[in-house]
């Protein structure tokens, strides 16, 4: 051994020594006393056998005494000082156990059992009685599955226990930032929404999305791009024509953009201002874009009243040239020359579908439909008499349309044009033309039926959706699941509960590529809604739209509870989903030619 190693090992002794003698001159203390032990003892075990230290193990020792024990115990340490450190090494070692302890349980993830549900998987089967266990964000066992210790236990008899609802069309890309607990969400099971539909959306995606995790919401959030939005950026206020090709060449490099950054899809809203000067051939070549990606085209297509065929027509005609899956946002016949033809929509969709046209649609479960006012003159001729008088009429009249935002005057929110028309001593048709020249206003109109509602929703390609969100002023914004669930399922029998909640889970999950979500099944991402199905109803209406569902017990995102018997809980555990031909936030582009799946 060289001179230089020889005098650092005898200042190591002489430190240790020095230690051990002070200490034995104050009360034990174990944090501090483990802070100053300095090596070797901080990694050597041993106890005192009659006076003399007996080595137990030491990194690399192979039975070998350090010369520091020695030093210790046999250059002339006292036996109280070698019984201090004894004391202390034993002090590590049960200080060390519970550290490692304390690390394993803060490490250990979370797990939750829910014990005697009924299990609806998602797919459409029966119900089954079985109990499912989480544990992290995953379902792990679903079955004769016994809770572990330490598990929280939820007792499910009585309740259902479903895969968290997916609503595809929703309008709170905003404000997830102003109520990151989404209550009025949440409280309808939904756990993940997808934002930017009818043609607008958040700009850029990629700041939105990067916004979205840092400041995650109790919902998962995917997102569109919107055609409108896009538009309206390369042609600014000259967008009442047609684009021409150097301005389509322009929105399809920000559409890529978009996909790139993560969205899902193409959204379109073409009853709307700027997106319904679009012609077909602009629509097709933006979808061919999304379509390299993965993504779907999701339309609020140009018509839902009296040219409603025409409009679907052209919606196949995008999703065939482009060979994109087409999704019809909120299908409905909203005028009342096409009341009662759902069966003539059915067949049209039906045929595409028989030729390989990838398309289908989701639907709210209300009678009245919630937009601008504008969208009542399909013309656009909004100071022109016979054009709103027409638009009026066709919706089966003023009583039908139901005031419910108008900044300029407050006091016609929630009521009737018809209603404020008169209390004014004005004609309806006056009385719109005007409150288009004062800014427009948001509406509700009562113009479906009930036999074209049912006749969509049990098709098989039609799932449900909200197209409402929150703050929403219509009560789909608070009430379309369990609506759905009480009204349409429990009390008038048009959907069986397992079918329903198929549509409400993976079938949206399949639409948009949702890998191991929309299912109860041992792997998936534990997204999960427990409810009472003998209970469960919507109670928001047209003049109150936020009061909340009952009968959805809790809800969990990722295995985390962000609803707990009526209220909303702290968690915010919501993640950002992302197109799986996109690099997301950070991440590689794939190839356009790899297999697309969605990310979670």
Sequence with gaps: ???????????????????????????????????????????????????????????GGRGKTSPCFHRLFEGGVTFAVRRRLTLMAGAAIVATALTVSAQRDAAAPRATTIVGADVADGTGAALRRANVRIVGDR??????????????????????????FIDIHNHSASELTSEPSAATQVAQGITTIVVGPDGGSPWPIGEYLAERKRQPAAVNVAVMVGHATVRRIVMGDDFRRAARADEIARMALLVDQGMREGAVGLSSGLEYEVGGYAETNELVELSRVAARYGGIYMSHIRDEADRSFEALREAIEIGERARIGVEISHIKLGTVGVWHKAAQAIALIEAARTRGVDITADEYPYNAWSSTITVLVPDKRYDYPPSVEKALADVGGAANVLIVRHAAHPEYEFRTLEAVAKDRATTPVDLFIQIVKDGGAGVVCTSMVDDDMRAFYQQRWVMVASDGGIGTRHPRGAGTFPRVLGKYVREEGWLTLADAIRKMTSAPAARLKL?????????????????????????????????????????????????????????????????????GIAGRIRPATARRTQRD
């Design 1 to 59: 051994m060289s001179l230089a190693l020889r005098q650092e090992r005898t200042k190591k002794c002489n430190r240790t020594a020095e230690t051990a003698e002070t200490a034995e001159k104050k009360p034990l203390n174990l944090l501090s006393d483990l802070r100053v032990l300095p090596p070797p003892l901080d990694n050597t075990l041993f106890e005192l056998r009659r006076g003399s230290p007996k080595r137990l193990r030491r990194e």
């Design 139 to 164: 379902i792990v066992a679903v079955g004769k599955v016994t809770p572990q210790g330490g598990d929280r236990v939820v007792a499910g008899s009585g309740l259902v226990v479903a895969p968290g």
């Design 515 to 583: 890998r191991r979500r929309g299912r109860i099944e041992p792997g998936a991402i534990a997204d999960v809604v427990v409810f009472n199905p003998k209970t469960v109803i919507d109670r928001s209406t047209f003049s109150d739209p936020a009061v909340l569902p009952t009968g959805v017990e809790k809800v969990f995102v990722g295995g985390e509870l962000v609803w707990d018997t009526g209220k909303a809980a702290d968690a915010r555990p919501g993640k950002v989903l992302t197109s799986g031909g996109s690099r």
